[in-house]
């Protein structure tokens, strides 16, 4: 039985939000002390057929954090030491929002799953791009950008692009979260009209690699119009999915009836559809969220078109080891299927 097994039973005592907060305390004693090192050298496997190259940049794994958990940039190295190969911070908004009031985060343990409304809290474009700036990253760092709450859809473009400017020097690569279900206002945001303006403002500004943020709950003719729109201004890469509104059949939780965004295992296998029929529409390069747990769950997404992978939910229920033991599980998951690297098991299930 491993530490955090021993402590999981505390930590799920306390509201979801506070326990999260211990853990950031613990991911910021990890990253800006000595502990880096050994911590790193207990969790990482090191081993180049894992290596991906997308968006033009190289990644360790493929293995990352999704954005929502590191909202501020704060927890960076301490996700980097733990296995991970890249970090999604944000989702950031142009200046300081407090989120929607507590409790807004559920854990639907019977259902290894987690329901929020955080409403993207944040510390604002500033603080985070000041932060991002004196990052000394060792994996790629990407900065999901929002739109602010008090902004109207009209004046959104500008928004983002606000933001990007405060957070541009740090970051690796941009998402454009236009699916959020717990701000207000985004629902507008994914029409082909309104994606397109606040892509290409964000182009004029200069922001590369540009990737945008697609929903789980868009019907197959609206995600087929944004991967058209993608690919028309040819971005760097599409993210699928962000959390759910909807509810399937079968959750077991008392918890399940909390509004808001569901992540974890209820959502794997529409995540892993979504990639699917991403992946099968254009070239661009897809990171698969939504459910990955295991090795396994994190093969299906790549197999079906996703060139890397992002959790959150998991690393609740699993603990710190969780990148380990995806990493580890996908080496024996390759080698057991003839494949040479990562890169090459891509979109092995495709017609």
């Known amino acids: 039985m491993s530490a955090y097994d021993l402590a999981k039973p505390l930590l799920f005592s306390l509201p979801a939000e506070t326990a999260h907060g211990l853990g950031h305390t613990a991911l910021r004693a990890v990253g800006e002390t000595p502990l880096a090192r050994p911590v790193a050298d207990h969790y990482t496997v090191d081993d180049d057929r894992l290596a991906v190259e997308a968006f033009d940049r190289e990644f360790p794994n493929p293995v990352g954090v999704a954005a929502g958990f590191d909202k501020n940039a704060e927890v960076v190295p301490g996700l980097a030491a733990l296995g991970f190969g890249f970090v999604e911070v944000g989702g950031v908004t ?3 929002q407090a989120g929607n009031r507590r409790p807004r985060m559920f854990r639907l343990r019977e259902d290894d799953a987690i329901i929020n409304r955080m409403g993207l809290n944040n510390h604002g474009a500033a603080a ?28 959104a473009p500008a928004d983002y692009r606000e933001t990007y400017e405060q957070v541009a020097a740090g970051g690796d690569f941009f998402v454009v979260n236009v699916s959020c279900p717990n701000s207000q206002g985004f629902e507008e945001l994914q029409n082909r009209e309104s994606m397109a303006a606040i892509l290409t403002e964000l182009q004029e500004a200069g922001a590369e690699p540009l990737l945008v943020k697609l929903s789980p709950d868009l019907p197959d003719p609206a995600v087929a119009d944004a991967v058209d729109l993608a690919t028309e201004l040819e971005l760097a890469g599409i993210v699928a999915t962000n959390t759910s509104t909807e509810r399937p059949d079968g ?12 992540s974890g295992a209820p959502v794997e296998e529409r995540a892993t559809e979504q990639v699917r029929f991403v992946a099968e529409r254009t070239d661009i390069p897809v990171v698969g969220v939504g459910g990955v ?59």
Do not use: C, H, M, W
């Open 293 to 351: 747990a295991t090795a396994e769950d994190a093969y299906r997404k790549i197999r079906a078109g996703a060139s890397l992978v992002e959790l959150y939910t998991a690393f609740v229920y699993r603990g710190p080891s969780i990148a380990r033991e995806i990493n580890r599980g996908l080496l024996a998951l390759l080698e057991r299927d003839g494949f040479d690297s990562v890169d090459e098991a891509v979109g092995a299930d495709l017609s």
């Open 128 to 155: 985070v791009g000041e932060r991002l700036a004196r990052l000394d990253a060792t994996v790629p760092v990407g900065v999901n950008i929002a739109k602010s709450e008090d902004v109207e859809s009209a004046d």
């Open 94 to 96: 142009a200046r300081p």
């Open 251 to 262: 959750l077991e939780s008392p918890q399940r009836a909390e509004p808001g965004g569901l």
